[in-house]
């Protein structure tokens, strides 16, 4: 009997499918236990055998879960919403519902063809409206709220912020709020609604307000810092501009203390938790005033934000980020054209670009600050390297501690003085400001330390500065200039923000005839007539919009009362294991952190943070395949004649490639300019070169995993991914390494079939020898999975396979408690194998065998037996026999009495369960 693997796949995977093997209820009886993927973004381009890599990890944990008697949670959905769709209906006239469908479609498929055992009917699309409903709900509900720092938490607008305005005005905020004009409790309520609106708009945790963004005009929408890449859009090379739009953001700087905690609650890795704490960049200082003297006003003031006051007398100079609109208003005639022209170069700049530039790049603004304590006029720089949204855009440079300042400072022939503003040597350039300030005092005679108070103390009785806590992270720009995303429902009368009613939800994308931009940087639904007319806002929420929340809506996914039901999520709770790529390492786990804090403070989830555990999954790279084409004519040489010819090396498709020899009548036909090539070949074979690179369509090394399970078998591509090597490691695809893997599936099934006699399995009490093979694997799979070392688990599958092959063991009670072992890994051998033997149940439902250690006890030991220190033979004995016992017996073997052949034995040496000795 022939191990016919699609014939099995397809049966198992139609007869899961009819049963509903996987569908999951809300028992919460049962322990539960959450396992997730970070949900695709289903493109058009499918998937290639990198994509599965997660999910087949977290497959295999899942129903690890199950058989161990946990009800598992572990659904798959799309994050369907986003920009390469808009783009495809602007190119192709298909709406992007269509398109989107279209690329569903082919992934459930592929998905399908793997065996994954996700429960589909909790299956969630984030275009979806019964889904972008409660998106929208949600976001209602960061647009009524706002952060109590005295409670440290969201609270309803109307609850709690306009009764205490009704009250005592803004007196509640005195001291604490600098930017919000003073207001009595009479003020407010004379005042009209919109300036109500624009004072709650200060307070809201999802708020408007305009802001520099990067614009992109031929895509006609904003885009993020990482999608813009030289200047350019990631997405087509498009020139991107820095412009002041309209945006909405979400005021995610309030929960910045609270994400920091937050890490030490959850089980990331340490590089993982050291990304997000530096991108929340936590930091303790003072904002400090200073006058500006300059040719256009002398009532300016410049406010920069430093974590060194101390450091007051040695700034040299200060530089001011190129987007603050302070730089109009202070530069001087003489320098109005350098300083715009460089401001015109900045904008084209990413923020990634110019944080990561080492030129040194300024322009001088003709302006000069005054230092408050000696009076000092300090020029005034716009460079580059300074970020409008840190801090106040502005930075106080001592270059004496700095080397960023220090270069600058050198770069435009600045005078460098000391700490205390004294000429400075230049000796110690390069040192840190730590470490010069650390061997110094100040100008009190003061440690450090206690220079910090002093000045500090100086600034407030002065009014020119106070004490301040800062974050680099800035508060989540949360609008986007384009049509395929959610709509923001909110409606503008008279300049004030209006959320729609709840009962109006989902406010639904309008059908358009084409999704160009609107005019003025407005998005695609500003030239919706119906839209415009109901003055409803016209950006549309990003893409994080959707993800930040999804694993909520698996829970509960089809109430259509709320997002979910607190009963249900209190039962699942937080997501014990969550996988994904770095990519997400900051945006979509910050945004998914924040959303989840909120929906706690609210009342309407029981926990803060989203996911227990998270682990990154590494890349499957490409293994890249090389022709060489001899220079101007279409004849390939063979790589190894290519020293003996002038060529040029290309990318070949790794499909055609078996292992290194180039199909050439494949290649023939893959490339018309290909029909008629010519071929010099080495014995009569054409043979490629390799690279591993990252798997691209680009470079022509992607594989289709619906090709390698038609090939091979779903069981077959399952384990080889995990065989590839670690989970959190990148490593190589190598189609030609997987035939190993699927030789041990071949050998598995010779244990209980034989290509002609049929079944051979026995029903038969397993030996000593068996059950230690058995429980050795039992022991060693469950305890790799729980440590999620996936590979090391087919190795000892592999293992045991040859061990029971050696022992000639087709017993039943050894290879049944195996297939459900197995069933993670390789579900649909393993069921194939559980129903040969009579189980009328699914494996799927089995419990998991339970490991005792008492088989591996060793109750023998084979020793070496030496002659004068020489070992001649092995001879085993059980570990309870006596020293005469074994004399008797080593002196007796025909072996050892070879060896002595009639000599006088002078000494028996035996060392309990290590050796023994003959001297003669």
């Keep these: 009997m022939e191990y016919n693997f699609n014939a099995i796949e397809k049966k198992w995977q139609q007869k899961w499918n009819e049963t509903h093997a996987y569908q999951v209820k809300n028992d919460f009886s049962k322990p539960k236990y959450y396992v997730l993927d970070m949900f695709p973004y289903p493109s058009g381009a499918g998937l290639h055998v990198g994509h599965p890599l997660g999910y087949i990890s977290t497959d295999i944990f899942a129903r690890y879960k199950r058989l161990k008697g946990f009800n598992v949670l572990h659904p798959m959905g799309y994050d369907a919403f986003g920009l390469p769709a808009e783009q495809y209906a602007i190119e192709h006239g298909i709406h992007p519902a269509i398109s989107t469908e279209q690329n569903i479609q082919n992934f459930r498929k592929q998905l399908d063809n793997i065996g994954f055992s996700f429960d589909w009917s909790r299956e969630v699309r984030t275009s979806d409206p019964s889904y972008y409903k409660w998106t929208q709900w949600i976001f209602l509900q960061l647009f009524k709220s706002w952060y109590n720092k005295d409670t440290n938490k969201a609270e309803y607008i109307d609850q709690t912020l306009i009764p205490a305005f009704e009250k005592e005005g803004s007196k509640i905020f005195d001291g604490r709020r600098a930017e919000i004009a003073p207001f009595t409790a009479e003020e407010w309520k004379n005042y009209s609604p919109k300036e109500k609106n624009d004072i709650l708009m200060q307070f809201r945790l999802a708020f408007c307000d305009y802001g520099i963004v990067n614009w992109c005009e031929a895509l006609g929408t904003v885009l993020a810092n990482d999608e813009v890449i030289n200047g350019v859009s990631e997405r087509g090379g498009y020139p991107v501009e820095k412009k002041k739009l309209r945006q909405w953001y979400l005021r995610i700087t309030e929960y910045a203390d609270r994400l920091l905690e937050g890490l030490q609650t959850v089980d990331f890795s340490d590089a993982m938790k050291e990304m997000q704490s530096n991108w929340i960049g936590r930091s303790q200082g003072a904002e400090i005033d200073f006058k500006i003297k300059s040719e256009q006003t002398s009532d300016e003031i410049l406010t920069v934000y430093t974590t060194r006051p101390d450091t007051i007398f040695g700034v040299d100079f200060m530089v001011v980020a190129p987007e603050l609109e302070l730089i109009d208003k202070i530069k001087s005639a003489e320098q109005t054209k350098a300083v ?22 300024g322009c001088f603004t003709g302006a000069y600050a005054i230092n408050p304590f000696n009076g000092k006029e300090i020029p005034i720089y716009t460079a580059e390297y300074v970020l409008a949204g840190y801090g106040t855009g502005a930075v106080m440079a001592v270059p004496c501690g700095d080397e960023r300042d220090y270069k600058f400072a050198k770069q435009f022939d600045l005078p460098v003085t000391n700490i205390l ?70 409606k503008w009368i008279d300049g004030v923000a209006i959320p729609l009613d709840e009962s109006q939800l989902p406010l639904v994308l309008p059908e358009v005839e084409h999704y160009n931009p609107g005019p003025e940087g407005q998005g695609p639904l500003a030239n919706v007539k119906e839209w415009t007319d109901e003055y409803l806002e016209t950006n549309t ?30 039962y699942w709770n937080q997501v014990d294991i969550y996988l994904g790529g770095t990519e997400h390492a900051v945006g979509h786990l910050l945004y998914s952190r924040l959303w989840t804090k909120i929906l706690f403070d609210l009342g309407y989830i029981g926990f803060q943070e989203p996911y227990k555990r998270l682990v990154n999954q590494g890349m499957i790279q490409g293994s890249s395949r090389f022709v060489y084409r001899q220079r101007g004519t279409n004849v390939f040489v063979s790589a190894g004649l290519i020293n003996d010819y002038e060529t040029d090396r290309i990318h070949v498709n790794v499909n055609i490639v078996d292992g290194f020899e180039l199909d050439i009548e494949a290649f023939k036909k893959w490339k018309p300019e290909f029909e008629d090539a010519e071929f010099i070949l080495e014995n009569g074979k054409y043979i490629t070169t390799s690279e591993v690179e990252k798997m691209s369509k680009r470079y022509f090394n992607t594989v289709d995993p619906t ?32 035939e190993g893997v699927h030789r041990f599936l071949k050998k598995l099934w010779r244990l209980i079939f034989d290509e002609e006699k049929g079944a051979i399995w026995k029903d038969e009490p397993a030996t000593e020898a068996e059950l230690k093979t058995l429980h050795k694997t039992i022991k060693k799979v469950g305890d790799d999975i729980e440590r999620f070392s996936l590979n090391t688990v087919v190795s000892a599958f592999m293992v045991a396979v040859n061990e029971l092959t050696d022992l000639k063991c087709h017993k039943r009670s050894v290879i049944e408690p195996l297939m459900i072992l197995l069933t993670p890994y390789a579900p649909h051998i393993a069921e194939e194998i559980w129903h040969a033997f009579g189980n009328e149940t699914s494996v799927l439902d089995a419990t998991f065998p339970t490991f005792e250690e008492k088989y591996l006890k060793e109750s023998s030991k084979n020793y070496p037996v030496s002659i004068n220190g020489k070992m001649r033979a092995n001879i085993e004995f059980a570990l309870d026999a006596d020293k005469t016992f074994i004399e008797e017996t080593v002196l007796a073997n025909e072996t050892i009495a070879k060896w002595i052949d009639g000599k006088p034995v002078m000494k028996f040496i035996f060392v309990p369960g290590k050796m023994i000795n003959v001297v003669i």
């Design 421 to 490: 503003g004294d000429k400075f040597d230049g000796e110690n350039a390069n040192a840190t400001k730590d470490a010069i300030l650390e061997n110094s005092d100040f100008v009190t005679g003061k440690p450090m330390k206690e220079a910090t108070e002093l000045i500090l103390g100086e600034l407030e009785k002065r009014g020119i500065g106070k004490r301040k806590v800062n974050f680099r992270m800035r508060d989540a720009a949360f609008s986007r200039q384009r049509f395929w995303g959610e709509p923001i429902p909110i």
């Design 340 to 361: 715009d022209e460089y401001i015109a170069y900045v904008k084209s700049r990413s923020e990634r670009e110019r944080q990561a530039e080492k030129k040194v790049t």
């Design 707 to 738: 090709d390698i399970a038609q090939k091979y078998g779903a069981d077959t591509f399952r384990m080889y991914e995990m065989f590839l090597g670690p989970i959190e490691q990148s490593k190589p695809w190598e189609t030609k390494g997987i």
């Design 541 to 570: 929420m990003p893409g994080y919009a959707g993800s930040s929340w999804y694993f909520l809506r698996y829970m509960d996914p089809h109430n259509d009362q709320t997002f979910c039901d607190r009963q249900v999520s209190d």
